[in-house]
């Protein structure tokens, strides 16, 4: 694959995108791809990413919903604008992400987070992880322009050692639509 715009959106949820020609009504399932290094094989760039994290570090965490970027150094760049989301383990919350030709739109739980975006994509990963041993994320019931995605992306760290290597699972969805709504449950302990 060529190095090309990505839109990743993460659950500790994250959901991505990678910018080429565009195909009108349809996308194709790329796979499962487990684990950052089989990731890395596929040399894609995520430049925005929306993202959910559970826990709130004794209350001085401020990202567990936010919208972020990777600048020209390759360093995430929050916008001013997230939200405190209280996540409660083992309890499914209903997102929406959009992105509508210039504006990504991540809902959750009645919060709502925008952001500009000038590329086009073509390619939305969906990616889990958990670190932390007994710690499980699951990204469930998607719907992609109100079409069904018989998978789904999971990560159960059930041993202690779950690192950064080996520790998540990505969706990958290709052959998107200029515009599209993604609908789906996060459920994360």
Not at 3 to 17: E, M, R, V
Not at 34 to 56: H, M, P, Q, Y
Not at 147 to 161: H, L, R, T
Request: charged share 20%.
């Amino acid at each position: 694959m060529n190095k090309c715009k990505s839109f990743l959106a993460l659950a500790a949820l994250t959901i991505g995108f990678l910018g080429a020609p565009v195909s009108a009504n349809a996308f194709t399932l790329g796979g499962v791809i487990n684990g950052e290094e089989a990731f890395n094989e596929l040399d894609a760039t995520i430049d925005v990413a929306a993202e959910g994290r559970i826990g709130d570090l004794s209350g001085a965490a401020e990202h567990e919903f936010n919208i972020h970027y990777d600048n020209e150094n390759g360093h995430q760049i929050v916008p001013t604008e997230y939200r405190r989301f209280d996540w409660v383990s083992g309890q499914g919350e209903d997102f929406t992400l959009t992105f509508d030709d210039s504006t990504l739109t991540y809902e959750i739980g009645g919060k709502t987070l925008e952001y500009g975006i000038t590329d086009t994509f073509n390619d939305l990963f969906i990616r889990t992880t958990a670190r932390k041993q007994g710690n499980s994320v699951v990204v469930d019931n998607l719907m992609l322009n109100g079409q069904a995605i018989a998978e789904n992306s999971s990560f159960v760290c059930s041993e202690e050692g779950c690192g950064y290597w080996n520790s998540s699972q990505y969706l990958w969805l290709t052959d998107l639509e200029e515009s599209f709504t993604l609908k789906g449950t996060t459920t994360m302990t």
